[in-house]
């Protein structure tokens, strides 16, 4: 059934065209790092923060209460791109081993924002007050770091694994070198 | 060739690279946009451009570093693929474009005690110039394609 909605979504007209534009694609993928980036930067230091090994001169409530609204433009626009390059060739990276990683650590991550959010991300000046950071804030902070880092390693990862192209009904664009398939 | 580059031997040395390569750019220019941001009046106003300088200039510098010493070894997997690419020599050149601005004028405005009137377009030309660099370096194996493989 999701092969199925997969295989709908990439023959709408939209990822059609998303996926034959020699350009659109690459600016999508290049708005989505520069998303990253900016998003990833914020990420990072909110943690090291938590961790006390960066911005140690600023309170923790000064930190995550600057960064919150940033991060959630950042990862909207992520996001975005990223909807735009799954769905233009979905039934391709329905077969992605490294999509399947990305989207559960993904899980993985809104689990993690969910669980700290009352003892760590919300609780920023209980953990200003405490003489030294608690343990959980620190695990927190070390958990998403991980995971951050590994959901921007799969993505990257995603573009060298094989697309299974007998099983393929959209064109791939270039044509890799060994395609068999024509377009239908 | 008469050496064969030890990186070409494993298919998995260069997208690992990439995650470093990756890493090292959410270090720096994640970094360096925060300030940018700051000099544009958007975000971390609690603090001065200065304050935030003294915070990220660490954590700039060691992504830019990482950075560059990975890129130097993504390039040397494929040289002459990178060497006439459209998309590389752009890139190289707003990258270079992108350190000298950073550690001159962005310094030297960010630093200022009071924030001269200028900032933002400061804080404007950093932000467009990493971001030149970032949309060059995803385009390099895009232009191959479109150039070179059909």
Not at chain 1, 132 to 146: E, G, M, N
Not at chain 2, 26 to 39: E, K, M, Y
Request: glycine share 8%.
């Amino acid at each position: 059934m999701i092969l199925a909605l997969a295989q709908w979504i990439q023959a709408t007209v939209f990822f059609r065209d998303l996926r034959e534009s020699w350009y659109v694609y690459p600016v999508v993928m290049s708005t989505h790092l520069l998303g990253i980036a900016l998003f990833g930067g914020m990420v990072l230091l909110t943690n090291l923060r938590l961790l006390g090994l960066a911005m140690t001169g600023r309170s923790v409530s000064d930190v995550i209460g600057q960064f919150r609204v940033a991060k959630r433009v950042g990862l909207i626009l992520i996001a975005t791109c990223g909807i735009l390059m799954l769905g233009s060739k979905a039934e391709e990276y329905y077969y992605n081993i490294l999509v399947k990683v990305k989207l559960t650590l993904l899980l993985l991550m809104f689990v993690h924002g969910w669980y700290f959010r009352r003892s760590v991300y919300y609780n920023t000046e209980e953990i200003d007050r405490a003489p030294r950071i608690p343990t959980r804030a620190k695990v927190a902070a070390s958990l998403s770091l991980l995971i951050w880092t590994g959901i921007a390693c799969a993505g990257r990862g995603i573009g060298y694994i094989d697309p299974p192209l007998s099983k393929l009904h959209a064109q791939l664009w270039p044509a890799p070198a060994n395609s068999t398939v024509t377009p239908k | 060739m008469f050496i064969e580059n030890p990186l070409n031997q494993s298919p998995w040395s260069f997208p690992i690279l990439e995650c470093i390569h990756i890493v090292g750019f959410a270090f720096s220019v994640g970094t360096i946009a925060i300030v940018d941001f700051r000099l544009l009046g958007l975000g971390m106003r609690h603090q001065s451009p200065p304050q935030l300088l003294e915070d990220t200039w660490i954590w700039s510098l060691v992504g830019i570093v990482v950075m560059i010493f990975s890129g130097l070894l993504l390039f040397s997997s494929d040289p002459d693929m990178y060497a006439p690419n459209p998309a590389f020599n752009f890139k190289m050149v707003v990258l270079a474009l992108a350190i000298l601005f950073n550690y001159t004028i962005r310094r030297k405005t960010a630093s200022a005690e009071v924030m001269p009137p200028y900032a933002k377009i400061v804080g404007g030309t950093s932000l467009a110039l990493w971001g030149a660099v970032v949309f060059g370096g995803i385009f390099i194996a895009f232009v191959n394609a479109a150039l070179y493989v059909r």
